[in-house]
């Protein structure tokens, strides 16, 4: 990672901090507490149901690698275990979104996948997350064009849905049709004289290309994608039920689906901090949700992170260290 792209994520996360302690700060802090006083041992279901979103995106990224995994050397908790790890990395660590990938990649090596093979499942799952988000984020708005919010109509966000389909369209189009990463191989060959990676570039266009060219398998992990992303819908529902102030799931929804773009658009600030919290706020506010429960809701998923995230990567670290201490065997 570049000296430039670091101190965009350093100062995204203290600006993003800075928001977030400004908004703790302006709300009322008893009202949150008597929000978690309400909800009691309850809201630590939410921590087993989190199981649902990793699983669905590991059946997903599966479908994406059997073809690349014909012994079944990924199993299904092996692959749950390295969303967790990814996820973890993606949101806890300052690495925009992209460290949880890579890590993805050397995971997939350790049981033997190839790296091509395992990079190109990884990209291709990027944009199926773009396009799952795409769909979530125009599920979410029509649900808040039809509660009739002030101010909203379905006019304010078609140009927004265009706009957001583009960049996927684009991204599917050049990868499925062009040679990205070999062309990105030549100019650093022609620029700084970086000759090793020509045949590697190579294979993972290819295997970029077989990948998009197994549409039913894309489809199919595109949506199992929009399910985990809609699984997030239950925790805002449940969260603010416990709370004493019951919605019902249009409402968790909407809260969830644009929250999650604006914490995707948000990349450079780790863990989009302040973004989260101030998104919750303001589609709260439109749907009759204090700032105070809005708050309360993003604490309950801040707490699920590091509850879930911190084990992970520990768990990770342990397994580096296992791999890094392994005798190694030497033929005679």
């Known amino acids: 990672m570049s000296v430039g792209l670091k101190s965009t994520i350093y100062v995204g996360g203290l600006l993003g901090l800075a928001l977030l302690v400004?908004?703790?700060?302006?709300?009322?802090?008893?009202g949150i507490l008597r929000a978690f006083s309400l909800a009691g041992w309850q809201v630590f279901w939410l921590l087993p149901y989190r199981v649902v979103f990793f699983l669905l995106y590991a059946i997903g990224w599966d479908l994406l690698l059997r073809p690349y995994d014909p012994q079944r050397r990924l199993t299904l908790v092996y692959l749950t275990w390295v969303a967790t790890v990814r996820e973890a990395i993606d949101r806890l660590l300052p690495v925009a979104s992209v460290g949880g990938g890579l890590a993805g990649v050397r995971l997939l090596g350790w049981r033997g996948v190839a790296t091509s093979a395992a990079a190109a499942s990884v990209i291709v799952e990027v944009l199926l997350t773009l396009v799952a988000l795409w769909a979530f984020m125009v599920i979410g708005f029509s649900l808040l064009t039809a509660a009739k919010v002030p101010a909203m109509a379905v006019g304010d966000f078609i140009p927004l849905a265009l706009g957001g389909l583009a960049l996927p369209a684009f991204l599917g189009l050049a990868l499925r049709?062009?040679?990205i990463f070999a062309r990105l191989e030549a100019a650093l060959r022609r620029w700084v004289g970086?000759?090793?990676?020509?045949?590697?570039?190579a294979s993972l266009d290819a295997?970029?290309?077989?990948?998009?060219r197994r549409v039913p398998r894309a489809i199919l992990s595109g949506?199992?994608?929009?399910?985990a992303m809609l699984s997030g819908s239950f925790e805002v529902w449940f969260s603010l039920r416990l709370f004493g102030h019951p919605v019902d799931l249009r409402v968790a929804t909407i809260m969830e689906s644009l929250t999650q773009v604006a914490r995707h658009v948000a990349f450079l600030i780790p863990g989009a901090l302040g973004i989260q919290e101030l998104s919750l706020i303001v589609l709260g506010n439109a749907l009759g949700v204090s700032a105070e429960l809005a708050l309360a809701v993003s604490l309950v998923k801040r707490a699920r992170e590091l509850l879930w995230g911190i084990p992970a990567l520990i768990s990770w670290q342990w397994e580096e260290g296992r791999r890094l201490h392994r005798p190694q065997c030497h033929p005679p």
Do not use: I, M
Request: hydrophobic residues 55%; positive net charge.
């Open 22 to 30: 400004a908004l703790v700060v302006r709300a009322d802090f008893a």
């Open 177 to 179: 049709y062009g040679t």
């Open 194 to 201: 970086l000759r090793t990676l020509a045949k590697g570039a």
């Open 207 to 212: 295997d970029v290309r077989a990948s998009l």
């Open 223 to 227: 949506a199992l994608q929009l399910g």
